[in-house]
């Protein structure tokens, strides 16, 4: 099975390149991120045209999130366990989905920025951290052997080689210990991140910003991963980050993660 994840950065400004994407990359499920829309607003043709089911959640302008699958979509679910809220008057936003699609729970995330250290915005993605690793630790206890994949942007580059320059980096979000701490408490709870060891580094990134042509000077980050449970870390087979879809007009400024499951 291959499962792919992609932060599209609006889904409505994208909606030609994503169908067209489908239809070459042969996917049987697409976890998106940042669909910057309601859910009235969603195109829902791109998928149903060539027979994918999708669930999504979006509320407004910013976060939404997506599952479409080709082999089944069983029991969508939003956000997971005490996933907390933000602001003055506290939101839980568009940023958690999941779904069964062939046996594997899919979840599509698209994990707080942080936007500053110190931030309140900041608090709020470690806080949403902890949330996700207690709600899969439960699960995994009571289940060891389930299918599970957390795909998405999780805004955080775990390593300095994640990174085009670490100093341009210094005293920013992405890349603060306690950031980096609440990635690898994922992976504590019995989680691999599948992605590295098939598509390795240094200099393999999935993102890179609009500004200052950091792509075609390969400045960018590697934040968009999936991480699997065992039964399910050990079927992967391959991974690409399909960097060509970076590029031309109208991309997005993150790449497709794929990972080919034998499931």
Known sequence: ??????????????????????????????????????????????????????????????????????????????????????????????RAISATCNGVRVYSLYVPNGREVDHPHYFYKLDWFRALAADVDVQLKANPSKKLVLCGDFNVAPFDEDVWDMEAFAGATHVSEPERQAFNDLLTVGLTEVTRPLAPGPGVYTFWDYQQLRFPKKQGMRIDFQLASAPLAEAATSALIDREERKGKGASDHAPVIVDYDV
């Open 1 to 94: 099975m291959r499962i792919a994840s992609w932060n599209v950065n609006s889904i409505r400004a994208r909606k030609d390149r994503i169908g067209a994407w489908l239809d070459r990359s042969d996917v049987d499920v697409l976890a998106i991120q940042e669909l910057k829309c309601k859910d009235a607003q969603f195109p829902k043709e791109i998928f149903a045209e060539r027979g994918y089911e999708v669930s999504f959640h979006g509320l407004n302008q910013w976060n939404g999130v997506a599952i479409a699958s080709r082999v089944g979509l069983e029991d969508p679910e939003l956000g997971f366990t005490e996933v907390p809220a933000f602001g003055d008057d506290p939101v839980v936003e568009a």
